[in-house]
């Protein structure tokens, strides 16, 4: 069976490395890749959202399957353009709907779902231009900090979180009236703060069914101790230590279960990866947000631990029989860490020779490559976030320290990378 993985990260990268894994795995073919993936199939230089050429290029290949990666085609609607045309509509298309990708696309639209199902999530009230004065208002009543978020994506960039009334109210006009993020900020969601420790909790469902895959936790801070700017993400591991068994039933009963109920009763296709955003405000989960796909790098520790064939379990998904999986766990602890280009997540540099991806590799240890090309011959860096290294061990310390030696033996001018991932709950 051939199979189109659309995207161009680690994320992307850990999905060819399981596939590959499974004896019904033909042709692997991703687009546009990295170059990771190209150790692994065929990467095409196409675009994520360019749902023509996708096409083509599945008709070409005889593509059978198409996993996305990440959120933009997604939103878009990929899943409904593949489904309406003729050539490929017999595709499987791991994704939801567009109206379903709403979940993740628009901030109001996701709030007013939860709203609708009884979802726990934090108080909020949207805003556009026509009601800015009562937003502003608004913003001047409430308990800080507070939290802005444009509706609309924004590259992981469109939430602030505001100490003080003088720049809540600056980043309201900022995102309101002068456009700083486009289309994505001509509505804006203001919200409460929540307090506590985050979790990504993950969901694979076929519309009615679902199966939870392993949760895991990511740090966002560029800087150790979760100081400075916030990233992509710079590591994450997996298990998370107080996601215990009467965490995760109350996680499902509140939120995962009503969740997928709410999805067939307001008629949603949906055929792929659900992501909670979740935080454990002393011992009750609330949502912080939803992303329609895996999140990254959570899926470098997630897709490790999964122990069923994947491409078996996306089938199952595509053929709407997931009650029929049973979902196997490693449980030895996974945990990744991000090597990142100097200056990111500001501006950086792009080209720079990587050395030491030849190095003989250890044991549950893998390297994801993210933003990397190959460039005559000399895999060089593409992008802020670079690669990710991750390692199964019996322990938080074990898999982390394990990771931060096998980045030592990678090198290319301006790396940084953090060596305090799970920090909090290492001893």
Same mark, same amino acid.
């Given at each position: 069976?051939?199979?189109?993985?659309?995207?161009?990260?680690?994320?992307?990268?850990?999905?060819?490395?399981?596939?590959?894994?499974?004896?019904?795995?033909?042709?692997?073919?991703?687009?546009?890749?990295?170059?990771?993936?190209?150790?692994?199939?065929?990467?095409?230089?196409?675009?994520?959202?360019?749902?023509?050429?996708?096409?083509?290029?599945?008709?070409?290949?005889?593509?059978?399957?198409?996993?996305?990666?990440?959120?933009?085609?997604?939103?878009?609607?990929?899943?409904?353009?593949?489904?309406?045309?003729?050539? %490929?509509?017999?595709?499987?298309?791991?994704?939801?709907?567009?109206?379903?990708?709403?979940?993740?696309?628009?901030?109001?639209?996701?709030?007013?779902?939860?709203?609708?199902?009884?979802?726990?999530?934090?108080?909020?009230?949207?805003?556009?231009?026509?009601?800015?004065?009562?937003?502003?208002?608004?913003?001047?009543?409430?308990?800080?900090?507070?939290?802005?978020?444009?509706?609309?994506?924004?590259?992981?960039?469109?939430?602030?979180?505001?100490?003080?009334?003088?720049?809540?109210?600056?980043?309201? $006009?900022?995102?309101?009236?002068?456009?700083?993020?486009?289309?994505?900020?001509?509505?804006?969601?203001?919200? $409460?703060?929540?307090?506590?420790?985050?979790?990504?909790?993950?969901?694979?469902?076929?519309?009615?069914?679902?199966?939870?895959?392993?949760?895991?936790?990511?740090?966002?801070?560029?800087?150790?101790?979760?100081?400075?700017?916030?990233?992509?993400?710079?590591?994450?591991?997996?298990?998370?230590?107080?996601?215990?068994?009467?965490?995760?039933?109350?996680?499902?009963?509140?939120?995962?279960?009503?969740?997928?109920?709410?999805?067939?009763?307001?008629?949603?296709?949906?055929?792929?990866?659900?992501?909670?955003?979740?935080?454990?405000?002393?011992?009750?989960?609330?949502?912080?947000?939803?992303?329609?796909?895996?999140?990254?790098?959570?899926?470098?520790? %997630?897709?490790?631990?999964?122990?069923?064939?994947?491409?078996?379990?996306?089938?199952?998904?595509?053929?709407?029989?997931?009650?029929?999986?049973?979902?196997?766990?490693?449980?030895? %602890?996974?945990?990744?860490?991000?090597?990142?280009?100097?200056?990111?997540?500001?501006?950086?540099?792009?080209?720079?020779?990587?050395?030491?991806?030849?190095?003989?590799?250890?044991?549950?240890?893998?390297?994801?490559?993210?933003?990397?090309?190959?460039?005559?011959?000399?895999? %060089?860096?593409?992008?802020?976030?670079?690669?990710?290294?991750?390692?199964?061990?019996?322990?938080?310390?074990?898999?982390?320290?394990?990771?931060?030696?096998?980045?030592?033996?990678?090198?290319?001018?301006?790396?940084?990378?953090?060596?305090?991932?799970?920090?909090?709950?290492?001893?």
């Amino acid at each position: 069976m051939n199979i189109l993985i659309i995207g161009s990260g680690g994320r992307e990268h850990a999905f060819a490395w399981k596939l590959k894994q499974s004896p019904r795995c033909g042709h692997l073919f991703i687009a546009p890749g990295n170059a990771g993936t190209a150790l692994l199939g065929t990467n095409l230089p196409i675009g994520v959202s360019d749902f023509e050429n996708l096409a083509q290029a599945c008709v070409e290949h005889q593509i059978a399957l198409v996993l996305v990666g990440p959120e933009e085609p997604l939103v878009k609607g990929i899943y409904d353009y593949f489904k309406k045309t003729d050539a %490929v509509k017999h595709i499987h298309v791991i994704g939801p709907s567009q109206t379903a990708a709403q979940l993740e696309g628009s901030k109001a639209f996701a709030k007013g779902f939860m709203k609708r199902h009884q979802i726990p999530t934090a108080s909020y009230k949207k805003f556009t231009v026509d009601n800015y004065i009562e937003g502003a208002e608004y913003i001047k009543a409430h308990p800080l900090p507070i939290v802005l978020k444009v509706d609309g994506l924004a590259a992981g960039k469109g939430v602030v979180i505001c100490e003080n009334v003088i720049e809540a109210l600056a980043e309201f $006009e900022l995102m309101l009236l002068r456009s700083k993020f486009g289309e994505a900020g001509k509505k804006v969601v203001v919200e $409460e703060f929540l307090t506590g420790i985050e979790i990504s909790v993950f969901a694979l469902t076929d519309g009615k069914n679902y199966v939870l895959l392993p949760e895991a936790k990511d740090y966002k801070r560029i800087g150790e101790k979760d100081i400075g700017l916030n990233t992509g993400g710079m590591g994450a591991i997996s298990p998370v230590p107080f996601a215990d068994e009467a965490f995760m039933q109350k996680i499902k009963a509140e939120i995962i279960e009503p969740t997928i109920r709410g999805l067939q009763a307001e008629k949603m296709e949906y055929k792929g990866f659900v992501f909670f955003g979740l935080i454990n405000d002393n011992g009750n989960a609330k949502v912080i947000e939803y992303n329609c796909r895996m999140g990254d790098p959570e899926t470098e520790v %997630v897709i490790p631990r999964l122990k069923n064939d994947f491409l078996e379990l996306l089938l199952a998904t595509a053929e709407q029989r997931l009650d029929q999986v049973q979902i196997e766990i490693d449980p030895r %602890v996974a945990a990744t860490v991000m090597a990142v280009s100097g200056g990111y997540p500001g501006e950086f540099m792009k080209g720079i020779p990587i050395k030491g991806l030849d190095e003989k590799a250890i044991e549950d240890s893998f390297v994801f490559h993210s933003g990397t090309m190959v460039e005559e011959d000399r895999v %060089v860096t593409n992008g802020g976030r670079v690669l990710t290294i991750t390692s199964l061990g019996d322990t938080i310390n074990e898999a982390v320290e394990q990771s931060n030696y096998m980045m030592e033996q990678i090198f290319f001018a301006g790396m940084y990378s953090r060596g305090d991932i799970g920090y909090e709950f290492r001893k």
